[in-house]
Nanobody, 125 residues
Framework: QVQLVESGGGLVQAGGSLRLSCAAS????????MGWFRRAPGKEREFVAA?????????YYADSVKGRFTIPRDNAKNTVYLQMNSLKPADTAVYYC?????????????????WGQGTQVTVSS
């Protein structure tokens, strides 16, 4: 069982930056694929970014955030981050952290067994 707690959301102006954190419980954090997803108002939840486990370090990004967002992880702290730069109003959403096992399925919500409660990010124009 893995429990995930997100933090770091808030209100920011367009062009600004935020860093989201996701703290995980459990001793096997390093083995999990960690992903970030988001749900914008009136839209379905969508993939944002993911990073493989077991020190593989492979990263995956949605086209809409590539070049602006990064997803580092600190296995010693059982934490994965989402560094968001050059934010746009279209990035406004509730952001969710998730943990899964299969890196090749990192873009698929169904591949993740554990989810956090979400944190709100609002980007003003």
């Amino acid at each position: 069982q893995v429990q995930l707690v997100e933090s770091g959301g808030g209100l920011v102006q367009a062009g600004g930056s935020l860093r989201l954190s996701c703290a995980a419980s459990g001793r096997t954090f390093s083995s999990y694929v960690m992903g970030w997803f988001r749900r914008a108002p009136g839209k379905e939840r969508e993939f944002v970014a993911a990073i493989s486990g077991n020190s593989g370090g492979s990263t995956y990004y949605a086209d809409s955030v590539k070049g602006r967002f990064t997803i580092p992880r600190d296995n010693a702290k059982n934490t994965v981050y989402l560094q968001m730069n050059s934010l746009k109003p279209a990035d406004t959403a509730v952001y969710y952290c998730a943990a899964g096992r299969i890196a090749s399925l990192a873009r698929l919500q169904a591949a993740y067994a554990y989810w956090g409660q979400g944190t709100q990010v609002t980007v003003s124009s």
